[in-house]
Nanobody
Framework: QVELVESGGGSVQAGGSLRLSCTVS????????MGWFRQDPGKERERVAT???????TYGDSVKGRFTISRDNAKNTLYLQMNSLKPEDTAMYYC?????????????WGQGTKVTVSS
């Protein structure tokens, strides 16, 4: 079965950096779309960033210029480099993948990794 496992979360101070990783079962090349999403209790789930097999990427307005999504085919790993972190970035971050499309809800999800940014 498809398995996505996130790592790299933790607690950092505002202005710091963190890199999240998501290991993917099988070949990452099998997924046309991969992405990072985040959610805090009582808040809407937010699409942080997505990246297509082609390399095209999209970012939520709140993270543009600070976060970078990438995928490494050789390591079957998805990354999210987070710089200039702000307290409002605090959330559970989820890795997701889809064999077909970035539109709508992606098919496969990891269990999440917690990111806490202190002021």
């Amino acid at each position: 079965q498809v398995e996505l496992v996130e790592s790299g979360g933790g607690s950092v101070q505002a202005g710091g950096s963190l890199r999240l990783s998501c290991t993917v079962s099988g070949y990452i090349d099998s997924y046309r779309c991969m992405g990072w999403f985040r959610q805090d209790p009582g808040k809407e789930r937010e699409r942080v960033a997505t990246i297509k097999k082609s390399g095209d990427s999209t970012y939520g307005d709140s993270v543009k210029g600070r976060f970078t999504i990438s995928r490494d085919n050789a390591k079957n790993t998805l990354y999210l480099q987070m710089n200039s972190l702000k307290p409002e970035d605090t959330a559970m971050y989820y890795c997701a993948a889809d064999e077909i499309t970035c539109v709508g809800t992606l098919d496969y999800w990891g269990q999440g990794t917690k990111v806490t940014v202190s002021s």
